[in-house]
């Protein structure tokens, strides 16, 4: 069974500023993903960033970078210069190519960027 | 392009009746999925479909059914709603296996009360 565990229920930090959001995982595939997903108050899902297990490089979409440290079991979301939209819930998520490509996801961190 | 489309939006419903959760999607993905959302927590996945005519079953299939007659739709049913199935319900699809992120797309959500 996979099992994804978020430490932080809610974190601040200023604008502009670069915030690390964790996230650990537990899973005894060897192959399998890693998500961050955004969900602003408006409650949509936005997807932001993926890993994948065997990616040598940590990922990188615009702002947003993954830190991925497998020997450690971590894919810690990092938001580089925090914007007042940034502000919103989010969530890390795991598939496994054993399990086609069913989501689990960890409980979420709600961000709040302060002006 | 409308994506994923979800209905209705919100519902409150007696317990006891039966409802349906509408989804269509455009993309013509052919994997399907079903999540809730409980208040303060993450997606659990409830139902899957990886190819039309096919479903399985997620972390918390008990007191819903699905079907999938072809690519573009998933319902999601409840026979006899109960209060502990207020949630708000997301639907989502992916191009799996894409070789790639496999991410998944998701609706707005359905938000259901049930009293």
């Known amino acids: 069974a996979q099992k994804i565990t978020q430490t932080q229920p809610g974190m601040f930090v200023q604008e502009k500023e670069a915030v690390t959001l964790d996230c650990t995982y537990d899973?005894?595939?060897?192959?399998?993903?890693l998500f961050w997903y955004k969900q602003p108050s408006s409650g949509e899902m936005i997807f932001l960033i993926y890993q994948g297990s065997y990616d040598e490089q940590n990922a990188t979409e615009g702002r947003y970078s993954l830190n991925f440290q497998k020997a450690r079991k971590s894919a810690n979301l990092v938001i580089s210069a925090s914007q007042l939209g940034d502000s919103a819930m989010y969530f890390c998520?795991?598939?496994?190519?054993?399990?086609?490509?069913?989501?689990?996801f960890g409980g979420g961190t709600r961000l709040m960027v302060k002006p | 392009t409308a994506g994923i489309t979800q209905a209705p939006t919100s519902q409150i419903l007696a317990a006891g009746r039966s409802m349906t959760l509408r989804c269509t999607q455009d993309?013509?993905?052919?994997?399907m999925y079903w999540y809730r959302q409980d208040l303060g927590l993450g997606l659990r996945l409830i139902h899957y479909?990886?190819?039309?005519?096919?479903?399985g079953k997620g972390e918390v299939p008990d007191g819903y059914s699905v079907s999938r007659a072809n690519t573009d739709d998933f319902p999601l049913t409840l026979a006899s709603a109960v209060p502990s199935q207020t949630s708000v319900y997301f639907c989502a699809s992916s191009d799996f296996p894409s070789g790639g992120a496999d991410e998944q797309f998701f609706g707005p959500g359905t938000r259901l009360t049930v009293l």
């Open positions: 998520a795991m598939n496994s190519n054993n399990a086609g490509n069913m989501l689990t």
């Open positions: 899973t005894s595939d060897q192959s399998y993903g």
């Open positions: 479909s990886n190819t039309a005519g096919t479903t």
């Open positions: 993309m013509r993905h052919n994997a």
